[in-house]
């Protein structure tokens, strides 16, 4: 047991050393920052890298902070999944900047907590909010939360959005108040859907999943049918989700055809923007998405398409009451006094589940300020025009087709030499991507459209020159061919 007067503290020892070690910190990791294309894009984790990683028992006794970063730098810096490389295209994943990453550090040094409370901190985040409504075609009073991402942000706006049309009170009786509650959706929907009617304990069988178009568009006509019949057997209708950008081909579903449909039926519109959301700041780009400011609700992330680092999304309620109402709640340890530090209360923890945040909003305020959102938009068309250069050339390849609409970012292709029966043909394309990603030449991902295995490259990819896409269509040329002979 110690001493009341031991003045034990986690404050560095010598300042001056601790200085000098962070310095290091910073400049290391800019450096790696900036030479990002001189290595491969991936490289697999060496086995002694991984043991060390994985066995070490709980440290009892100090290594010092010099000792723990040199490891970091050692072992864990160099083995990411690549997505900060310049030809990273798997998955959708974002890929950082350098500002971000300051802004982070800088965030971590204030350790804000932002519930809310008096504090500049706050007045930053609400800023940062009202600027993504505005961006985002929302009226500027529309409530919105910083969170963890898209993910998340959909789960609040689908919370929202049974809270406000369940018809009874959700939060007292939960599920046990009326009839089934159902949501309205495309099968192309992301895994977050099911994850939240889970959640919600309403169940997967809540979430109706309407066929799509030839163009991975939601089926309009489908979705009402879906609903009437529901209707008649006594279910109750509450949300249609809309998708600005699926996550499979970019698709963007029919949104004004969807806000209207749920205008008619009194429905909640929640659209999922994940990244495609982030089209809307350019106005070249912007009536793809069109019919997205009618939603009551919006989810997007600012960690794909909008280049910040990990974590950041946003979602944004027209309705700012419906917004509070679905999880206000405030004891009396947390009581809005009107004056002294928790004056105007905690209207953070009142829009969501959580109650301790961080500052995530410093990245988004500083970097919308240094580069203005028309040099965002700029990247984001950049990206679009890489797309669909990408996409017309990957086609000009022997037996390569694209099998998707271009829509926006996402090129999703397959080779498809003839005469090879379609499941061989998976196959090929299942080792045609892993040799791309093994030789380090970089990093599509793979998925299933219409049944087949598919390559897909979605570039939300600030760092991405069209010299990085004519590295992956050689190799594509070169790969496809050796397949093509056997090898
Ligand atoms: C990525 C993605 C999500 C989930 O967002 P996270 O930030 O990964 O939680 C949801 N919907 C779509 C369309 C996505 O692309």
Redesign the pocket.
């Known amino acids: 047991m110690r001493n009341h007067q031991d003045d034990l503290t986690l404050d560095p020892d010598d300042w001056h050393a601790f200085r000098a070690l962070a310095h290091r910190m910073v400049d290391d990791s800019l450096d790696h920052m900036a030479t990002l294309r001189d290595r491969a894009p991936w490289t697999p984790i060496p086995a002694d890298v991984r043991a060390a990683l994985t066995a070490e028992p709980l440290p009892h006794e100090p290594q010092g902070a010099e000792r723990v970063y040199d490891e970091f730098f050692e072992r864990v810096l160099p083995y990411t999944n690549g997505n900060r490389h310049p030809r990273f295209w798997g998955?959708?994943q974002g890929n950082g900047t350098a500002l971000g990453m300051m802004a982070d550090m800088l965030a971590a040094g204030m350790n804000a907590h932002l519930a809310g409370l008096d504090q500049a901190p706050k007045l930053v985040e609400l800023q940062v909010i009202a600027w993504l409504a505005e961006s985002m075609g929302f009226p500027r009073d529309a409530s919105g939360l910083l969170v963890?991402?898209?993910?998340?942000?959909?789960i609040l706006g689908l919370a929202v959005a049974r809270h406000a049309k369940a018809g009874y009170d959700v939060r007292q009786e939960g599920m046990f108040g009326g009839p089934r509650l159902t949501v309205y959706t495309s099968t192309e929907v992301?895994s977050?859907a099911q994850k939240a009617v889970e959640l919600f304990g309403m169940g997967n069988a809540s979430l109706r999943r309407v066929p799509v178009d030839a163009a991975l568009r939601v089926d309009v006509a489908a979705m009402r049918a879906a609903i009437a019949a529901d209707r008649a057997r006594g279910e109750r209708p509450i949300c249609i989700i809309g998708?600005a950008?699926?996550?499979n081909s970019a698709a963007i579903d029919d949104l004004h055809a969807l806000a209207d449909l749920a205008k008619a039926e009194d429905l909640w519109f929640h659209v999922?923007g994940?990244?495609?959301a982030l089209a809307a700041l350019s106005p070249e780009l912007a009536p793809l998405v069109a019919g997205m400011e009618r939603a009551d609700s919006l989810?997007f992330?600012l960690?794909?398409w909008g280049y910040l680092p990990y974590?950041i999304?946003c979602v944004l309620v027209r309705d700012a009451e419906a917004h509070r109402a679905t999880f206000a709640l405030t004891p009396t340890y947390l009581r809005d006094e009107g004056r002294g530090v928790i004056a105007g209360g905690l209207p953070f923890a009142d829009r969501g589940p959580e109650l301790t945040r961080g500052f995530k909003a410093l990245k988004v305020w500083m970097t919308l300020k240094a580069e203005g959102v028309g040099r965002i938009a700029d990247v984001i068309e950049q990206n679009v025009a890489q797309a669909r250069a990408f996409g017309a050339a990957v086609a000009r390849i022997a037996h390569v087709e694209v099998v998707a609409p271009v829509s926006l970012n996402v090129v999703c292709f397959r080779y498809a030499p003839p005469g090879v029966a379609p499941e061989v043909q998976d196959a090929l394309n299942k080792e045609l991507l892993l040799r791309i990603q093994e030789e380090g030449l970089a990093i599509p991902s793979g998925s299933q459209l219409g049944g087949r295995y598919i390559l897909r490259v979605s570039c939300t990819n600030h760092r991405s020159q069209w010299s990085d896409f004519v590295a992956l269509l050689d190799g594509v040329a070169r790969l496809t061919a050796a397949l093509d002979s056997g090898a």
């Not at 963890?148 to 959909?154: L, V, W």
């Open positions: 998955w959708i963890s991402g898209g993910s998340m942000a959909n992301h977050w998708s950008g699926t996550v999922d994940a990244f495609g989810a992330d960690h794909k974590e999304a």
